[in-house]
């Protein structure tokens, strides 16, 4: 099974090697989509973690423990392509880069891959052409 999420590093968590003894310990594979460090020094990291329920969990709750804070990624957002008006208001909000533009006809393109499910392009979208579909 793969899950999202958004982990929240404090500043005294930045540089350990966290992430890579988790996944060791607990058979995970693991994709970054995202990864960066606020200006306060916390360490955002946004992740699937691929692996038996119970290891993520596991991994999970030992990621809380040492303080990092978590958030789940349990939606998922769709584009209705038939309302998109390529207006481009969305992607510049996007974190992750989710959404774009084609270098081609200049279309604005969602890839939901990428997407975290984070909710801030349906609040800008005009025409409502991004959905939260659960
Ligand atoms: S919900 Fe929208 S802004 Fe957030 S990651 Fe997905 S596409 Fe980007
Ligand atoms: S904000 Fe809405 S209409 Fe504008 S490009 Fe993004 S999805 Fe399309």
Not at 91 to 112: G, N, Q
Request: aromatic fraction near 6%.
């Amino acid at each position: 099974m793969e899950r999202k999420f958004v982990i929240h590093f404090p500043k005294t968590l930045v540089d350990k090697p966290i992430m890579s003894d988790l996944v060791k310990r607990y058979s995970l594979d693991f994709n970054i989509l995202k990864a960066y460090v606020t200006p306060e020094e916390e360490g955002t990291l946004v992740l699937a973690l691929q692996g038996t329920e119970e290891n993520v969990d596991t991994a999970v709750k030992d990621l809380k423990e040492m303080g990092a804070r978590i958030q789940s990624i349990s939606s998922d957002i769709r584009m209705v392509r038939e309302l998109c008006t390529d207006c481009t208001a969305c992607i510049p909000l996007c974190p992750v880069d989710a959404l774009y533009r084609d270098k081609e006809d200049f279309s604005v393109h969602f890839d939901a891959e990428k997407c975290i499910a984070c909710g801030l392009c349906i609040k800008a979208c005009p025409t409502k052409a991004l959905v939260f579909t659960i």
